[in-house]
């Protein structure tokens, strides 16, 4: 939609009070959450693992204005304002001070791509020596669909959102950084244990058609159709939680395509909650905050947030209380785990990665399951992934593709009889091929790199593909058979380190829903992964070398920047000065309602305010202003409304239950550009307003 039309929504809202980002107002209808004020809790550490653990965080937010976003493939979802900050949250793990290290990093974007992980360990090469490197650093994405994309160097991907953003890039590659950075000083001695519990209420399948193909025993495992497994890493220091890592499956996509507004959706709410709301920490506070909480996919391919099965709808038809809900529920699921059954890792680290050509696999009969070898194919996808999630939303919705379960697409079959090549038609089977990609040089990447870690008796395999429920099962079995451990002790991690779309059972990508249609590299995709997870944990258990194979070359750059949101010169409106107040707040509010003030403003994009903040809302104390929210924070958002050179900030600010009554300002702070291309500062402030 229009960018006209999405602020006079906003603005519409306004009048009704909180409107759709309604605070709830008890802890029941977010699943009975309790003690959401609570201090860090005690945790008994006898159970757990003594190792060298550092923790760290950081700001990697994109630009807020004109970005196209990752994950929908909208060409009309560009971002047009912030609403909550995108992190990096890194965890390092080492026996010792002096021995080789395992450096986790979960990210709250779209996906993990090739150059930026390359890049990451460019600039961590640079600072660190050898330290970090291909081996021994997985970053993985939560996938959020809202935050800004163009980060890609490949066509397929960043063409979706009008070309390379550079300043998007870098921005994701420094908060990295400045996470590893952080817990790279922040090493110390931890206890470390590994627990699990269940969340049945946080996702639903929304490929049930293909899940029914898959065998009896398998999809018994899952009854509702779900992996309710919720997972935790637990990180103690004198007995306080200080560090955790969740792995749940359900894709961040409770915010919908309609939303234009940079957030990093249920997984970012649910460790945003943890640390800021339940442990009380102030991001902009400086140090290394007292709690770091990362919530990471497993294998979600085909499971959606979306309860209703229909976008932005279930458990309510609200997409904003929808994430909060969702987030809290992964919160809590994970929080009461804290200090309950904890199992020991145990000692060791050990790691084994490989760089894998997934177009030219030749899959071993033990994987294949029917005494044949077979081989993965030159990437393609099927009309059904142009026809997008139906559950989730994006895709091509406006062209005449549907998934298997709605009738396929005889008609692309019908014509890729005839232009798409018989061997490339017969190593896909049953998909009707719409985009032979693999056939264009470098429109999508081909080698992929794959790690399985050992964190004393765990392991995780992380892989840059979208596993769904029943290829994470099968990934673990095999893992588990392999290393003679529980399958309990493996735990799959996709969105790692690239993106190569989705993994499906051959079963599965039969049916040619959503899913298998983007399975690029064929239905022996999931076989040919099992087999190199295998090999890994062979090499692994018998303690030999593996060759880890080298990467594609990086291709950052190399795609057009987009022409779209980047700043020349900022003017203010006509007469007016940078930072004047043009729509000024109520003189009182009571809390439940929402603030609104509109400044004459600045184009983001020439200063992201990495680390800071473009709004604040403060509170008198005695003479002084103090910050009490920024916009980082759930109850704030920020909407840029840019015309050529002149750009105005919209805030808001939805009062929370429980907020001091006394007397409360709005401060916008930000860069602007001059005509010489050089920053200045701008800083405008509200009148003061009460809160009864």
């Known amino acids: 939609m229009s960018m006209s039309r999405h602020v006079s929504m906003r603005n519409g809202e306004q009048h009704h009070g909180v409107g759709r980002r309604t605070v709830l107002g008890g802890a029941a209808a977010l699943g009975g959450v309790v003690a959401l004020h609570s201090v860090l809790p005690a945790v008994a550490s006898a159970q757990a693992t003594r190792m060298y653990v550092g923790r760290g965080i950081g700001d990697m937010t994109g630009e807020s204005l004109g970005a196209g976003m990752n994950g929908y493939a909208d060409t009309e979802q560009h971002s047009v304002g912030l609403h909550l900050r995108q992190r990096a949250r890194a965890f390092i793990f080492a026996d010792s001070p002096s021995s080789p290290r395992f450096l986790h990093v979960t990210a709250e974007i779209g996906l993990v791509f090739q150059s930026i992980q390359q890049e990451v360990l460019r600039r961590l090469a640079a600072e660190f020596g050898d330290t970090y490197h291909e081996g021994n650093v ?387 995709t999931l076989p040919a992964i099992q087999q190199v997870a295998a090999d890994l944990a062979r090499s692994m258990r018998s303690g030999t070398p593996l060759d880890p194979g080298t990467s594609e070359r990086d291709l950052t750059g190399q795609i057009p920047v987009s022409p779209l949101g980047n700043p020349l010169v900022d003017t203010p409106a006509p007469l007016r000065n940078f930072g004047d107040v043009l729509d000024p707040p109520l003189p009182a509010y009571r809390t439940g309602q929402r603030v609104t003030v509109r400044f004459c403003g600045t184009n983001p994009n020439s200063d992201l305010r990495r680390g800071a903040t473009y709004l604040a809302v403060e509170r008198r104390d005695g003479g002084r202003w103090i910050r009490v929210h920024d916009d980082g924070d759930w109850s704030t958002m920020i909407v840029f409304e840019g015309l050529l050179t002149v750009t105005n900030a919209l805030i808001t600010w939805d009062i929370p239950p429980g907020t001091p009554a006394g007397e409360y300002r709005v401060v916008y702070t930000a860069s602007g550009r001059g005509l010489d291309g050089r920053l200045f500062p701008v800083r405008g402030e509200s009148p003061a307003f009460d809160v009864r």
């Open 138 to 524: 997985v970053i993985t994405a939560t996938h959020t669909h809202s935050a800004p994309g163009g980060t890609s160097g490949h066509p397929m991907v960043d063409l979706s959102m009008l070309g390379f953003r550079p300043v998007t890039f870098d921005a994701n590659c420094a908060g990295i950084v400045d996470a590893v950075r952080m817990a790279h000083h922040d090493l110390a001695p931890s206890s470390v244990g590994v627990t699990t519990g269940h969340l049945h209420d946080a996702g639903v399948n929304r490929s049930r058609g293909s899940f029914e193909r898959d065998p009896a025993e398998e999809r018994a495992q899952f009854p509702t159709g779900i992996d309710p497994r919720s997972q935790s890493l637990q990180v103690t220091r004198d007995g306080s939680l200080v560090g955790v890592i969740n792995w749940f499956a359900s894709h961040a996509t409770s915010m919908t395509t309609s939303n234009r507004l940079s957030s990093s959706d249920n997984k970012g709410y649910a460790a945003w909650f943890w640390e800021r709301e339940a442990a009380g920490q102030d991001y902009l506070a400086g140090g290394t905050p007292a709690l770091v909480t990362a919530f990471a996919q497993t294998n979600p391919g085909d499971v959606s947030p979306n309860l209703d099965l229909q976008p932005g709808r279930g458990p309510t038809p609200d997409e904003w209380l929808n994430t909060r809900i969702n987030g809290e529920r992964q919160f809590a699921a994970a929080r009461d785990q804290v200090g309950r059954n904890v199992r020991p890792l145990g000692g060791g680290i050990d790691v084994r990665h490989q760089w894998v050509d997934m177009s030219m696999v030749d899959v071993r009969p033990e994987f294949t399951g029917d005494g044949r070898t077979h081989r993965t194919a030159v990437a393609a996808l099927g009309a059904a992934f142009a026809a997008g999630s139906q559950e989730d939303g994006g895709g091509a919705e406006e062209l005449p593709f549907t998934e298997g379960d709605r009738g396929g697409n005889p008609a692309v079959r019908a014509v890729s009889e005839v232009v798409i090549p018989a061997w490339l038609r017969e190593a896909h089977g049953a998909k009707d091929i719409l985009l032979p990609v693999g056939l264009v040089p470098h429109a999508i990447q081909r080698v992929y790199p794959f790690h399985l870690v050992r964190l004393g008796g765990h392991y995780l395999f992380s892989l840059g593909f979208e596993p769904t429920v029943v290829a994470g099962l099968r990934l673990r079995r095999t893992l588990a058979a392999e290393l003679a451990v529980p399958e309990d002790h493996v735990t799959v991690q996709g969105y790692s380190n690239a993106y190569g779309h989705y993994v499906t059972t051959p079963e599965e990508y039969s049916a040619q829903n959503y899913e298998g249609g983007a399975t690029a590299f064929g239905p022996w």
